[in-house]
């Protein structure tokens, strides 16, 4: 992007328009949502010009009023994209009522949305229920969850294959085309993702950092230039926290909680779940035969992961107390209370940060070197994808209803949804605007990343493993025959 392009979007944002419509109206008419963010047209995740200018592909269609039953969790955290009741902002309430309307009367279908228990705890009873409810009579229609659920369910046959439907449009800029691109085997997905999964980008790993505290350090250095130049690389992160542990809590010598330094992060975002794509490091690919290869010990991916581990257990200016909710909690704690210069967590984190005084920014997460074309980053593995199951009567009118809830998001949710994400005064600058324009477009997911539940995860969490090649060595072993099984399964599905 230009540089001149925060300028131009500062003030375009000034321009920008304010129209919605009240939930008592019912009869779902299209409306342009009320949005903060500027107009730019440019063709990026914040062009309203380009979004509310998009086509869908689906011809006129008329399902006479038919019931589409929706599955989803009951958690606020993923259901927040399909039902508006769970949403605390009121402005995008308004537009996931207005865009569940608009889709029931352009259809003329009546969503119901099925709510069961879907957390980590209960991931077992969740793909019973789906499993189940397989046998009728009031089929499921379209399925949502989080990939440890629904890629074990589809590799048993219970989903369809995405790219045999009727009215999926995978090319369309709604969907995540990284995704399917890299989980594509041989014409088959069956699971997806896109801007109706909200809770793909909400979850998505980014980098915050402590704006007055960065500036104190690295006076007349602007962060922001760095990533729009490209030259945001695991080195470059590594200059601003060099050396920056402050022993200001127990004075033992030793890091801890009470300390200051220059990054801090649970063990889960800084290793197992954020890292690998940032730096390009694949569990697997496809050979030029189409053939799926493990690529995850390979020199190159071995060469990031020892660089990565070596620094994280010995850098002075870098703090990683665990992987549970406690770690978590206290590197959020000293994030928030000035003590960490950058932190590792979910976009989401930003609702919590909003309501605090700390001056932060949004960053994605860094390169490994510059000779990486791409910024990436992954979601945590909780956020939302889609199935629509075999066993349903009405897999041509899921499709449809599937493509126009994506599709309208795309078109009237996403920037409402940016805008109350962004409602912190330090965040509402154009600067911050095209780093989630960078940070959305490197979402992505590795073949291996995806088939984890079938084939495991290859990395260990940071500070369990000190012979890193050992430890690879042996997953390469475990794990072959598990790719192999993985990939006769894939063979033999139907569509």
Same mark, same amino acid.
């Given at each position: 992007?230009?540089?001149?392009?925060? +300028?131009?979007?500062?003030?375009?944002?000034?321009?920008?328009c304010f129209v919605s419509c009240s939930k008592d109206d019912?009869?779902?008419?299209?409306?342009?949502? !009320?949005?903060?963010?500027?107009?730019?047209?440019?063709?990026?995740?914040?062009?309203?010009?380009?979004?509310?200018?998009?086509?869908?592909?689906?011809?006129?269609?008329?399902?006479?009023?038919?019931?589409?039953?929706?599955?989803? /969790?009951?958690?606020?955290?993923?259901?927040?994209?399909?039902?508006?009741?769970?949403?605390?902002?009121?402005?995008?309430?308004?537009?996931?009522?207005? /865009?569940?309307?608009?889709?029931?009367?352009?259809?003329?279908?009546?969503?119901?949305?099925?709510?069961?228990?879907?957390?980590?705890?209960?991931?077992?009873?969740?793909?019973?229920?789906?499993?189940?409810?397989?046998? *009728?009579?009031?089929?499921?229609?379209?399925?949502?969850?989080?990939?440890?659920?629904?890629?074990?369910?589809?590799?048993? *046959?219970?989903?369809?294959?995405?790219?045999?439907?009727?009215?999926?449009?995978?090319?369309?800029?709604?969907?995540n085309t990284n995704f399917i691109n890299e989980c594509t085997?041989?014409?088959?997905?069956?699971?997806?993702?896109?801007?109706?999964?909200?809770?793909?980008? &909400?979850?998505?790993?980014?980098? #915050?950092?402590?704006?007055?505290?960065? @500036?104190?350090?690295?006076?007349?250095?602007?962060?922001?230039?760095?990533?729009?130049?490209?030259?945001?690389?695991?080195?470059?992160?590594?200059?601003?926290?060099?050396?920056?542990?402050?022993?200001?809590?127990?004075?033992?010598?030793?890091?801890?909680?009470?300390?200051?330094?220059?990054?801090?992060s649970p063990s889960f975002s800084c290793g197992r779940d $954020?890292?690998? %794509?940032? #730096? *390009?490091?694949?569990? @697997?690919?496809?050979?030029?035969? *189409?053939?799926?290869?493990?690529?995850? &010990?390979? !020199?190159?991916?071995?060469?990031?992961?020892? %660089?990565? =581990?070596?620094?994280?257990?010995?850098?002075?200016?870098? =703090?990683?107390?665990?992987?549970?909710?406690?770690?978590?909690?206290?590197?959020?704690?000293?994030?928030?209370?000035?003590?960490?210069?950058?932190?590792?967590?979910? +976009?989401?984190?930003?609702?919590?940060?909003?309501?605090?005084?700390?001056?932060?920014?949004?960053?994605?997460?860094?390169?490994?070197?510059?000779?990486?074309?791409?910024?990436?980053?992954?979601?945590?593995?909780?956020?939302?994808?889609?199935?629509?199951?075999?066993?349903?009567?009405?897999?041509?009118? @899921? !499709?449809?209803?599937?493509?126009?809830?994506?599709?309208?998001?795309?078109?009237?949710?996403?920037?409402?949804?940016?805008?109350?994400?962004?409602?912190?005064?330090?965040?509402?600058?154009?600067?911050?605007?095209?780093?989630?324009?960078?940070?959305?477009?490197?979402?992505?997911?590795?073949? $291996?990343?995806?088939?984890?539940?079938?084939?495991?995860?290859?990395?260990?969490?940071?500070?369990?493993?000190?012979?890193? $090649?050992?430890?690879?060595?042996?997953?390469? $072993?475990?794990?072959?025959?598990?790719?192999?099984?993985?990939?006769?399964?894939?063979?033999?599905?139907?569509?």
């Open positions: 992007m230009k540089k001149v392009f925060a +300028l131009i979007l500062a003030l375009l944002m000034l321009l920008s019912k009869d779902g008419d299209e409306t342009t949502v !009320s949005t903060t963010v500027a107009q730019t047209g440019d063709g990026s995740f914040t062009d309203s010009i380009t979004r509310q200018n998009a086509q869908s592909s689906l011809p006129t269609l008329d399902f006479g009023g038919k019931l589409i039953r929706y599955l989803t /969790r009951d958690r606020e955290d993923t259901s927040f994209e399909i039902n508006p009741d769970l949403v605390a902002d009121e402005g995008l309430s308004q537009a996931i009522y207005n /865009r569940n309307a608009y889709v029931e009367k352009t259809l003329n279908v009546e969503l119901e949305i099925v709510p069961k228990s879907g957390s980590w705890a209960t991931q077992g009873e969740y793909m019973s229920e789906i499993r189940n409810n397989a046998n *009728g009579p009031d089929y499921y229609d379209i399925v949502s969850g989080p990939n440890y659920a629904l890629v074990p369910l589809a590799m048993e *046959g219970y989903f369809r294959n995405i790219h045999s439907l009727d009215y999926i449009d995978t090319e369309k800029p709604w969907w085997y041989r014409d088959k997905l069956y699971t997806i993702e896109g801007e109706l999964s909200l809770s793909m980008i &909400d979850s998505a790993f980014v980098m #915050f950092y402590n704006k007055d505290t960065f @500036a104190a350090a690295n006076k007349g250095v602007n962060i922001y230039d760095i990533v729009k130049n490209d030259e945001w690389t695991f080195d470059k992160f590594k200059s601003f926290i060099l050396n920056t542990w402050d022993d200001t809590g127990a004075v033992n010598g030793e890091p801890d909680l009470g300390d200051s330094f220059g990054y801090v $954020g890292y690998p %794509a940032a #730096f *390009g490091a694949t569990v @697997a690919e496809r050979d030029a035969n *189409g053939n799926i290869i493990f690529t995850f &010990d390979n !020199s190159t991916n071995f060469d990031k992961w020892g %660089a990565f =581990y070596e620094f994280l257990q010995a850098e002075s200016g870098a =703090y990683v107390p665990g992987g549970n909710d406690q770690a978590r909690t206290d590197t959020m704690d000293m994030f928030q209370g000035g003590r960490a210069m950058f932190i590792t967590e979910l +976009l989401h984190y930003s609702t919590t940060l909003r309501a605090m005084d700390v001056e932060y920014g949004v960053l994605p997460l860094p390169k490994f070197n510059s000779n990486q074309e791409n910024y990436g980053t992954s979601s945590e593995a909780v956020h939302s994808q889609f199935a629509i199951p075999r066993a349903g009567t009405q897999n041509v009118e @899921a !499709s449809a209803v599937l493509e126009l809830l994506c599709f309208e998001t795309y078109r009237n949710v996403t920037l409402t949804y940016f805008e109350s994400t962004l409602k912190a005064k330090n965040m509402k600058d154009g600067e911050s605007t095209e780093m989630l324009d960078i940070v959305v477009a490197s979402i992505t997911c590795d073949f $291996g990343a995806y088939y984890s539940t079938q084939i495991t995860w290859p990395f260990p969490v940071i500070g369990t493993e000190k012979d890193l $090649g050992s430890y690879v060595s042996q997953k390469r $072993g475990m794990m072959t025959p598990k790719l192999n099984t993985l990939i006769t399964t894939l063979d033999s599905l139907e569509d």
